[in-house]
């Protein structure tokens, strides 16, 4: 079945850049995009960014000048990497499966990781 | 930005009810291919979100019929019938006609 799993350093501090991986099972990441949303702890859902089948990315221009997105296909992982953090920057880090057919919709998401940013 | 607005942000139903949230946008969610990319996730209580509807009204693998969606351009709405316990959480709206994707500000529902 598909599986998705974010892991990655809980604890950051501010200007430090942060490096997630997600790993996924059940399908291949040259046949489904991967996303990357943050949720604020208490909070709503934000998309960062995708990497799409292709290999190509779309970022969201609130973080797009620090974030950076990329793929190892034989390993089955994507990686989130930002830049410059900020105590804003804290929150739960989810990874998703997109289906770009289905208008870039998320169809399996992974448990999510926990990332505080703070001094 | 779409910005997507939900109504209400809190509802409280009894068991066996019916219940409608409402999703704005503040532009057309009809693509230039015709089709409207307007989801709908549910985040259950320490859970991640999870998917029921896509494309306004399709239900995803294994969503109950008591969930469906309607509606067109900028006003979408989730309708879920015969509520359960495990309905309870927070339902979210999301747009993927247009980027950056963005969400609905979430809406709670609780069980009285």
């Known amino acids: 079945q598909v599986q998705l799993k974010e892991s990655g350093p809980g604890l950051m501090q501010p200007s430090e850049t942060l490096s997630l991986t997600c790993t996924v099972s059940?399908?291949?990441?040259?046949?489904?995009?991967v996303g990357w949303v943050r949720q604020p702890l208490g909070k709503g859902l934000v998309w960062m960014g995708t990497i799409w089948a292709g290999g190509s990315t779309n970022y969201n221009s609130a973080v797009q000048s620090r974030l950076s997105i990329s793929r190892d296909t034989s390993k089955s992982q994507v990686f989130l990497k930002m830049n410059s953090l900020q105590p804003e920057d804290t929150g739960t880090y989810y990874c998703?499966?997109?289906?770009?057919?289905?208008?870039?919709?998320?169809?399996?998401w992974g448990q999510g990781v926990m990332v505080t940013v703070s001094s | 930005d779409v910005v997507m607005t939900q109504t209400p942000v809190s509802l409280s139903v009894s068991l066996g009810g019916q219940v409608s949230i409402s999703c704005r946008s503040s532009?057309?969610?009809?693509?230039?291919?015709?089709?409207?990319?307007l989801s709908w996730y549910l985040q259950k209580p320490g859970q991640s979100p999870q998917l029921l509807i896509y494309?306004?009204?399709n239900r995803f693998s294994g969503i109950s019929d008591r969930f469906s969606g309607s509606g067109s351009g900028t006003d979408l709405t989730l309708k879920i019938s015969r509520v359960e316990p495990d309905d309870l959480g927070v339902y979210y709206c999301g747009q993927g006609t247009q980027y950056p994707l963005t969400f609905g500000s979430g809406t709670k529902l609780e069980i009285k």
């Open positions: 494309k306004v009204s």
């Open positions: 532009q057309s969610l009809v693509h230039n291919n015709g089709n409207t990319y």
């Open positions: 998703a499966r997109q289906d770009y057919y289905s208008g870039a919709v998320f169809d399996y």
């Open positions: 059940g399908f291949s990441l040259t046949s489904n995009g």
